[in-house]
């Protein structure tokens, strides 16, 4: 079954999206000295939320499904090529803690949250990068 369907790409919306991500991980950052398993589950967040930004610029969408996220992962590793690597094992890695942290008992270290923040603050410029070059500018 597929994972995606098409959607019209509005470039408003993308934007809408890509700031949004922006928002989560200045936020995340902010929760880093407060509350790390916060901090790291917005920068987790943040980096999704840019990944349905990519998405969305390429007229697509998840599906409503178990196992969104992964798709979501999955299709922007296919799409961002100029990622360098290991990015999106670290992504998945991140969203896998982040599931055990929320439902099950997983600690998360100030480290852990920390790396999360600066992965999804690098993850935000690949991502931005890649739309300024793709979206019309308004």
Do not use: C, W
């Not at 969203?95 to 790396?115: C, G, H, M, V, W």
């Amino acid at each position: 079954m597929n994972k995606t369907k098409p959607q019209r790409i509005d470039p408003k919306q993308v934007k809408q999206f890509l700031a949004d991500a922006h928002k989560k991980a200045s936020t995340a950052r902010k929760n880093l000295p407060i509350d790390a398993e916060a901090a790291y589950q917005i920068a987790y967040e943040a980096m999704l939320k840019a990944s349905l930004a990519l998405m969305l610029s390429h007229g697509e969408r998840p599906r409503v499904q178990l196992g969104h996220h992964i798709a979501i992962i999955e299709f922007a590793e296919k799409h961002l090529t100029s990622a360098p690597a290991g990015i999106f094992a670290q992504f998945d890695r991140m969203r896998r803690k982040r599931n055990n942290a929320f439902y099950d008992l997983a600690l998360i270290s100030d480290t852990e949250a920390e790396e999360a923040v600066k992965v999804s603050e690098e993850y935000l410029k690949l991502v931005s990068t890649d739309l300024a070059a793709r979206l019309p500018a308004p």
